[in-house]
């Protein structure tokens, strides 16, 4: 019963360094979709991948690359971690509907500060 | 202005009161709605899921739409400790939209 899973849970970065943030679900969604999470401004869309081998661009992309390495698997990179980019970061997955509006499911969070 | 307006709160009520929690949008072409519930530290985790207008009931949790007005509510009744969270609306055409979050407190 795992869902959507994210790793690590919480990271440390300096200015500078370049780190990969892991999901993974099992539910055989379509679907999946990175969020970054800052206090008083909601849930942003930063990358999603409608299906596997498709990637586009969200509301806020810049700073961050992503990979879907297959239907389970979707990753989000930050080249050259800057202190903005500090946040809550959540993956989400949702399955392919006749009108493509399922609701998203979400994992638990990775909790990133970059110094 | 933001597609999806959510008052932040925070809401403190006591333990058995009723909740309302309402979102407002602008993008009339919504047909799904939703709401989260997210705990602290968690991710958020689906509460309820409607389509168009009317109300949908679960347990202790009502959702109801008005397309005319463009307006959501979650009403939570014989409110408990557990549902100390905070809540946040969404909404789709195909693309999803979510507010802020509204963040609730029940004291025992």
């Known amino acids: 019963n795992a869902g959507v899973t994210q790793t690590p849970k919480f990271q440390v970065l300096k200015t500078g360094q370049s780190m990969t943030l892991q999901c993974a679900q099992d539910?055989?969604?379509?679907?999946m979709y990175w969020y970054r999470q800052d206090p008083g401004m909601g849930l942003r869309l930063i990358y999603y991948?409608?299906?596997?081998?498709?990637?586009d661009k969200g509301e806020v992309p810049n700073g961050y690359n992503v990979s879907r390495l297959n239907k389970r698997e979707f990753s989000l990179r930050l080249e050259s971690a800057a202190p903005s980019q500090t946040s809550v970061y959540f993956c989400a997955s949702r399955a392919y509907g006749t009108e493509n509006n399922q609701p998203q499911h979400f994992g638990d969070g990775t909790r990133l500060s970059i110094l | 202005q933001k597609e999806v307006e959510q008052d932040p709160g925070p809401l403190s009520v006591p333990e058995g009161a009723i909740v309302s929690l309402n979102c407002t949008y602008s993008?009339?072409?919504?047909?799904?709605f939703m709401w989260y519930r997210q705990y602290s530290r968690k991710g958020p985790e689906l509460l309820m899921y409607?389509?168009?207008?009317g109300n949908k009931e679960d347990g202790r949790f009502t959702a109801q739409v008005d397309k005319s007005s463009k307006y959501i509510s979650l009403f939570i009744r014989d409110s408990q400790p557990s549902d100390s969270a905070t809540y946040l609306c969404a909404m789709s055409e195909g693309d999803m939209r979510f507010g802020a979050g509204t963040r609730l407190t029940v004291k025992p």
């Open positions: 539910m055989n969604h379509n679907s």
């Open positions: 993008n009339s072409a919504f047909q799904y």
């Open positions: 409607t389509y168009s207008s």
């Open positions: 991948s409608a299906s596997e081998g498709t990637t």
